[in-house]
Nanobody, 125 residues
Framework: QVQLVESGGGLVQAGGSLRLSCAAS????????MGWFRQPPGKEREFVAA????????YVADSVKGRFTISRDNAKNTVYLQMNSLKLEDTAVYYC??????????????????WGQGTQVTVSS
């Protein structure tokens, strides 16, 4: 049974930093792409960042480029989202997700097969 478990969310002041973690279990994820999405209050879920667990380039949404970084630790089957210079508009529930990848990395949440339960990030002024 595949499980994705996010952690690291919380309340932070604008300009601060948080690091989200997503621990994956239930299968070998070296052939999977892992992504981070977020859903602000009253809005649709949106792509934040993604990468293949087997390596290769990373993809980051323009809205967070230069502030957010995605990384992985294959030994721990864990993907991270380092969030710096947080803004009020970064407030959202953040989700980790995974899809099988033979090379492609998707930004469309409908292409992802597995999802975590989400972790709340609240940025205050």
């Amino acid at each position: 049974q595949v499980q994705l478990v996010e952690s690291g969310g919380g309340l932070v002041q604008a300009g601060g930093s948080l690091r989200l973690s997503c621990a994956a279990s239930g299968r070998t994820f070296s052939s999977y792409a892992m992504g981070w999405f977020r859903q602000p209050p009253g809005k649709e879920r949106e792509f934040v960042a993604a990468m293949r667990m087997g390596g290769g380039r990373t993809y980051v949404a323009d809205s967070v480029k230069g502030r957010f970084t995605i990384s992985r630790d294959n030994a721990k089957n864990t993907v991270y989202l380092q969030m710096n210079s947080l803004k009020l508009e970064d407030t959202a529930v953040y989700y980790c997700a995974a899809h099988f990848s033979s090379g492609s990395i998707y930004r469309d949440p409908l292409r992802y097969d597995y999802w975590g339960q989400g972790t709340q990030v609240t940025v205050s002024s």
